[in-house]
């Protein structure tokens, strides 16, 4: 098995409005979206690391790859066994815990100065405060749809913030990775391809995906693996090579 210290910086830019909620209601609205302390959109670790999971499957199904749903009844089968597929390699199981750390991913700086206030007095700052952050979002009033009729249900309005498209998010990905050399560059493992490959193909992100809510476009800046640059185009060429295999040895060599 390979050890490999990993360290991934890569934005997100969103083109179209997004929703990354709460789950909480804020005054009048009833589906807010997430703030830091400072007032600034952001978007949840969690929220990217559940989406990076869902897409890397995806990629391992392309390849005839099994992918276990981590709520299905054998799941937990699976998830205690002393060798952890590939997905739970990546991002851990109930039973044995991932090593990467998936930091929130946070509005860029020049971005950020469009919605703080001009003034330098600290009282008028304050003040228009409240006025520059609300622009970095949109409230649009919504209807819950009845399942059994498809029409609208009677009473059932509600109102729900986005952010703005256009905006961009720069986030980290950082921990240690173990798996299986890579064959054309054993420098690399497996389980840092399947990442890489699932990061690069998001397109959504947060709520409302079906209605065009949440379209994305992900670009890596920097890979560091053992504090060593990564690649790009050197580590997806071994994306072929993800084969039955490969899969296979990884699940089957004992973890160190």
Not at 81 to 107: C, E, K, N, W
Not at 186 to 207: C, E, K, M, T, Y
Request: glycine fraction near 10%.
């Amino acid at each position: 098995m390979h050890k490999l210290r990993l360290k991934i910086a890569y934005c997100l830019e969103f083109k179209s409005a997004f929703h990354c909620g709460t789950g909480l209601p804020n005054g009048l609205i009833d589906r807010a979206v997430t703030r830091d302390e400072g007032g600034f959109l952001y978007i949840p670790g969690s929220t990217v690391k559940g989406v990076l999971r869902d897409r890397c499957e995806q990629i391992l199904g392309l390849f005839d790859l099994s992918a276990h749903e981590p709520h299905s009844d054998m799941s937990g089968l699976y998830e205690a066994h002393p060798h952890p597929t590939l997905i739970a390699t990546i991002f851990g199981s109930r039973f044995q815990p991932g090593q990467l750390y998936f930091d929130d991913a946070v509005m860029d700086g020049s971005q950020q100065v469009w919605f703080d206030s001009p003034s330098s007095q600290p009282d008028v700052k304050e003040e228009k405060r409240h006025e520059y952050r609300a622009r970095q979002v949109e409230t649009r009033t919504q209807v819950s749809i009845s399942r059994l009729t498809g029409t609208a249900q009677m009473g059932a309005l509600y109102h729900s913030e986005y952010g703005m498209y256009g905006l961009k998010f720069a986030g980290e990905i950082k921990g240690v990775l173990m798996g299986t050399p890579l064959m054309g560059a054993p420098q690399w493992n497996f389980p840092l391809l399947v990442l890489v490959a699932g990061l690069l193909s998001l397109d959504r992100i947060g709520g409302n995906k079906s209605t065009g809510a949440g379209e994305v476009i992900c670009t890596i800046s920097a890979i560091l693996g053992d504090d060593t640059p990564v690649i790009l185009d050197d580590l997806l060429a071994e994306l072929p090579y993800l084969d039955r295999e490969m899969y296979t040895e990884l699940e089957q060599e004992p973890a160190r």
